[in-house]
């Protein structure tokens, strides 16, 4: 996975220049805006704590369990995504500066390109789901859109091509390690 990751960082700006647009903006007020809605952070934990919170208040224990589930996920990808923005710090893709232009230690998010916080948050919510109804239309759905997410942040110049790449990885796998703990806690002989 670092070896596809370094091959596709060859191709990022061949990608940003052939399917990004000319705009530093996150949400630009049109249709693109609601898959990268669904990949900030703060919305996937609200939406997580909520069906928490409602499944406490039912005393329904499944619904406790995928609120519980889909903020571990995030927990998890979410520190592991963090910790990695720190320590790459690539530019942007809207400096104009090229896919080799890296940053090392620095805290602002100008500078934290890889890997896509947004791409990371959107895959890790939806493995989650995905994997709790467990069809092959709730994967088709919850990764599809997921995906949507990955493609907008290119769409909208805030990423390369490897950054959503690598991000999607992070979030796939918070989010499956978060269903195998659960596996795990429901049966105590899985492996």
């Known amino acids: 996975l670092t070896a596809a990751t370094y091959g596709m960082i060859h191709a990022d700006e061949w990608v940003k220049d052939h399917v990004g647009r000319k705009t530093t903006l996150t949400l630009n007020h049109d249709f693109w805006d609601v898959p990268t809605t669904y990949g900030i952070v703060a919305y996937a934990n609200i939406a997580a704590l909520s069906t928490y919170t409602v499944g406490l208040l039912t005393k329904e ?11 571990q996920s995030l927990s998890y990808s979410g520190i592991t995504e963090m910790g990695l923005r720190m320590l790459v710090e690539r530019t942007r893709p809207y400096y104009n500066k090229g896919q080799w232009d890296f940053r090392m230690f620095t805290t602002n998010n100008e500078f934290q390109s890889f890997p896509s ?24 759905g919850f990764y599809g859109f997921a995906g949507l997410t990955a493609f907008a942040r290119v769409y909208n110049n805030q990423h390369y091509l490897s950054d959503v790449f690598f991000g999607a990885l992070v979030g796939i796998s918070g989010g499956l390690h978060t269903v195998a703990q659960e596996k795990k806690r429901n049966n105590p002989d899985y492996k």
């Open 61 to 71: 224990k499944e619904v406790r369990k995928v609120g519980r589930m889909l903020f």
């Open 117 to 140: 916080g947004h791409t990371c948050v959107a895959f890790a919510f939806s493995t989650v789901l995905a994997e709790y109804f467990d069809t092959i239309y709730s994967r088709i």
